[in-house]
């Protein structure tokens, strides 16, 4: 279990999106703009989550977002899964 919001977040982000690839700004494919997007956040608080200045708040709230986020790709594959078995 992570330590504090710092590292809770990264271990959601790297769960969602694949891992933290600090030398081209990126989780897997996604860039920290569009993941920002995602989390209806803006670019400098995104920033602030990284690198551990955000306020407990903040990563409270991210990190609902990433499991929300999280939570919707799994019912996707679900109901894809479902729709196939129909389809058979």
């Known amino acids: 279990m992570p330590e504090n919001f710092t590292e809770q977040f990264i271990e959601k982000l790297e769960e969602h999106y694949g891992p933290w ?6 989780f897997g494919n996604a860039t920290f703009g569009k993941i920002a997007k995602d989390l209806c956040i803006s670019a400098s ?24 986020l ?4 799994q019912a996707v594959v679900e109901q894809e899964r479902l729709q196939e078995e129909l389809e058979l």
């Open 45 to 68: 608080q995104f920033s602030k989550l990284i690198y551990g200045s955000a306020t407990d708040g903040m990563y409270v709230r991210s990190i609902r977002n990433i499991e929300r």
């Open 21 to 26: 690839e600090k030398m081209t700004s990126r």
């Open 70 to 73: 999280i939570e919707e790709q």
